[in-house]
């Protein structure tokens, strides 16, 4: 497709499972950033790639949290042992390069319960 | 560290009317500066960027910013308001340097009255 796709579109868990995060960006975007909305935080940055390197993980709430990503494409955002506070809309965004417009995608919704 | 502050969070105008939604930020320099539209379950989409140049910067739907460096302001402006805009509004800013990662103001949601 032509724009960032974010799978799962919701994702309902229980308390302390591990959930996995899946983003596409838009096919030759070297920049890839997640963000994570919530009621009492607003949107606030979590990390970046540029090409498969993270170089600023401080964004990470805790250390429950991890991100990867592999071929300079797809990433994924991975949540141990999930916390009521976890919930959240999670986006990812993609850019051509640093410092360049991002372009979302439409996010994915977790619930945990 | 910068930040970004939308002081209104609902605006609610008539179709038809003008609108401004305000936005300042705080930053050493001259950052990179967005203005995102969210609809209802959807992700954000770029309305218009200032990067440098010209201080009034055109975007789409017919939305245009100005760029006001003596106030650290990048108000959002529409001559004449469409139901469709009805939606969320987000104003970012983004440093320079290394990463470039948003830092979004809170939000402003726009209601239009028939």
């Known amino acids: 497709g032509a724009g960032v796709s974010q799978s799962p579109s919701n994702k309902v868990t229980e308390k302390g499972k591990d959930v996995e995060l899946r983003c596409d960006p838009i096919?030759?975007?070297?920049?890839l950033y997640w963000y994570r909305q919530s009621l009492g935080q607003g949107l606030e940055f979590l990390i970046y790639?540029?090409?498969?390197?993270?170089?600023?993980k401080s964004g990470l709430p805790s250390d429950r949290f991890s991100a990867e990503r592999t071929g300079g494409s797809v990433s994924t955002l991975t949540i141990q042992r999930t916390q009521q506070e976890d919930s959240a809309v999670y986006l990812c965004?993609?850019?051509?390069?640093?410092?360049?417009?991002?372009?979302f995608g439409d996010g994915t919704r977790l619930s945990i319960l | 560290a910068q930040s970004v502050t939308q002081p209104d969070i609902h605006i609610t105008v008539s179709e038809g009317a003008s609108l401004e939604l305000r936005c300042n930020y705080s930053?050493?320099?001259?950052?990179?500066l967005f203005w995102y539209v969210q609809s209802p379950g959807q992700g954000l989409q770029l309305l218009l960027k200032y990067f440098s140049g010209d201080t009034l910067v055109q975007g789409i739907k017919g939305f245009e910013a100005e760029f006001k460096r003596s106030q650290s302001s990048f108000n959002l402006r529409k001559p004449s308001v469409h139901w469709s805009d009805a939606a969320e509004y987000f104003c970012a800013v983004a440093g320079r340097d290394a990463g470039n990662m948003l830092t979004f103001g809170g939000g402003t949601r726009l209601m239009v009255k028939p």
């Open positions: 965004a993609s850019s051509w390069d640093l410092g360049q417009p991002q372009h």
């Open positions: 790639f540029q090409g498969n390197s993270a170089p600023d």
């Open positions: 096919s030759g975007h070297t920049a």
């Open positions: 930053y050493g320099a001259t950052p990179y």
